[in-house]
């Protein structure tokens, strides 16, 4: 088949992939000029266990409340959240309270499993230094810190995904570069979590589905989805262009080309930030992801980089970054891993980005409303920890297989 993606985050770059190395005609429009310029550009980098990501799903975290009161709030309304934005949070505090939300939480953490195996499997299988980190630490500075990832440990043991409690002394072995003055009650570690440097990965994808005879077409805007015949029409062209095929994979875009065709997709951008900046001290650094549950901080060892990533705002704000967020990353940074960064180097990078987030917390992945029409979009926080499997599981379901990952809470039909 002639299948076109809209959009090339990783999402769209492993879909593409997937779908070439099927031996389909495969054809990526993105509106950036290169692959994982926007949300995927400098995201937490945490690929596994993707339900400890902050933000990957509600009620898990603690009280919406607590988190958006206090000078070092977790979630903010900004500039452009509106009335659309508070009735989305309502949503998004509801569905941590329905009677299926369990169920939903078991599903994510199954397709956060499998697309951390398949992210492993291609990695390897194209011979690609995505500078991974292997383990996950998560400090409790009080017992009361593991109330707030409860709902997430509970669901992550029932899955069979380790996750061990470990004493304060150990956590220090796990991490050395730890602070010795900031008090431990102990942590939970998981020796199989994992991070990687998704922008990386996105353009390797890009490279290796162009091999497979993709075409990717950049700064090219897709203003409508057409149905009859299946199709899109892009800026500037006075007629659409046909396919058999399309996959909407446009992130945070994906909800206005949804709406002409009577699909209202719940879809909110929640706009986090991250500092990247270069390794001092090795055996002061972070060697894996250490999560701080209480302030929904990560920070995630790149190769010889270290990525801080947090802060959580609902609307757009005109793109200015929130100082206070920034000096709460620095002073995590400097704080849990004193000596280990280079925060006043030149190569340090500062970003703001999208997370593109149904008020549910899981993606929608499957048939769209109209035949020919294919949706791999909303994966919020955890974009690059579900973008491989995502892709392979669509890939098919326009095969006509049976996936390997159960897909029934990610339909369109719950909306």
Known sequence: MRIAIVGAGIIGAATAFELSSDGHEVVVLEQRASAAEHSSFANTGMLAPSLLIPWAAPGIGGPLARQMLGHRATLRLVRGAGSAGLGWLWRWLRAGRQPGHPERLAALAHLGRYSQARTRELAAGLGADIE?????????????DRQLVQPAMDVLQACGIAVREVDAETARLIEPGLAADVPLAGALHASDGEAGNCRLFAQLLRQAAQERGARFVFN????????????????????????DAVVLCAGEASAGLLRPLGLRLPLASLHGYSVSAPVREDVHAPQGTFIDPQHRITIARQGQRVRVSGGAELGHAGGTHHAPTLRTLYLALS?????????????????????????????????????GLWLNTGHGASGWAQACGSARALADLVARRTPAVDLQHFSLQRF
């Open 132 to 144: 991974t980190s292997r383990g996950a630490l998560l400090p409790l500075r009080t017992l009361a």
């Open 220 to 243: 090219v805007r897709v203003e409508r989805l057409h149905t009859s015949p299946t199709g899109v029409q892009l800026a500037g062209q006075p007629a659409p262009e046909a396919f």
């Open 335 to 371: 704080g849990w891993f004193p000596g280990g960064v280079l925060t006043s180097s030149p190569q340090v990078q500062v970003w703001r980005g999208a997370r593109p987030t149904l008020p549910d917390g899981a993606p929608v992945i499957g048939a769209g409303p109209l035949p």
